[in-house]
């Protein structure tokens, strides 16, 4: 007994949700009639006011015509010429009708969802497009970076570079010095400061001392221009561990000092030191000059 009543009791909820659908459907058809018919009204109303203003228009420029036509000066005497009225032309607008099925219209409206979906979904593809060229350029953008980065780290350590600007001449002012106290009367005893081998090996050692600092400040100002993040795969190339961004640089000169050109020995640092005493006048020499003239003898650069 139970089975029969449930069938029925679904079946009546079922008609009870098909009554609710279809009074659904008729009042969005209701609405949607209405929405139409406000269109069309607004329509209506702009016609007449387009159709207001043609008729003042017409009518002022009748009225110009007769008082051009009644004036007592026309050669035309006092006839009325009035301006001829044609038959009223164009065609009417087309507007939704009771006649037309249901339908039609749904289709219509359908239809014109469709091209729009459609049309949204042309520009989402464009946009994807868009997108995915400008993560390409961007990827490509960085890739000519790193190289451009690593082409500058393998110039930097291999010395290809220009200089910009004079270094001082440490070469000339040796000669001149050591000249200078030639002239003065310092005595020539054998290998006493090595003559003249020993000042050409200490000038050389201070030329090379001297392009060493120009090279390591040229380098420090390249690299403070870059950021610690510009400095990591400098670092990562030589193996130097990153720090502070001012010993992180300093490492980094004295290791690309290094590959230019080498280590500096302590003989090296040496001669830079005894390059300062060639300035130095020897009092002992010139008081060997005076007292004996005939024994003494001079350096000759």
Known sequence: ????????????????????????????????AKVNLEKEVVGLKKEVSLLRGRNEQATTEANQWRDEALRPVNKRGSVAVNTPEGPVRGTPKPRWTDNVPEVDKWREEYRNLRNLHQLANIEAEDLKKKRVE???????????????????SKLTASGEKTRMGEGTNLKER??????????????????RFGG???????????????????????????????????LEPLC???????????????????????????SLSREGVAAKEACSFVDVEDDTSKETRDGENVDERFVEL
């Not at 400008?134 to 500058?152: F, S, T």
């Not at 040796?174 to 290998?191: I, M, W």
């Open 134 to 152: 400008a993560e390409v350029k961007r990827m490509e953008a960085e890739q000519q970076v790193k190289k451009l980065e690593e082409k500058m």
């Open 196 to 230: 003249k081998a020993f000042v050409a090996e200490a000038s050389n050692t201070a030329t090379e001392v001297n392009d060493r600092e120009e090279f390591i400040e040229e380098e420090k100002k390249k690299l403070r221009m870059l950021r610690k993040a510009g």
């Open 1 to 32: 007994m139970d089975l029969p009543k449930q069938v029925t009791d679904k079946q009546v909820n079922e008609d009870a949700l098909f009554a609710l659908k279809q009074e659904i459907n008729e009042m969005k058809l209701s609405s949607y």
């Open 174 to 191: 040796l000669e001149e010095v050591a000249l200078r106290s030639a002239r003065k009367g310092v005595k020539a005893t054998p290998n």
């Open 236 to 262: 990562k190339e030589a193996g130097i561990k990153v720090g502070r961004v001012e010993e992180t640089i300093c490492e980094l000169v004295q290791y690309r000092a290094k590959l230019r050109f080498g």
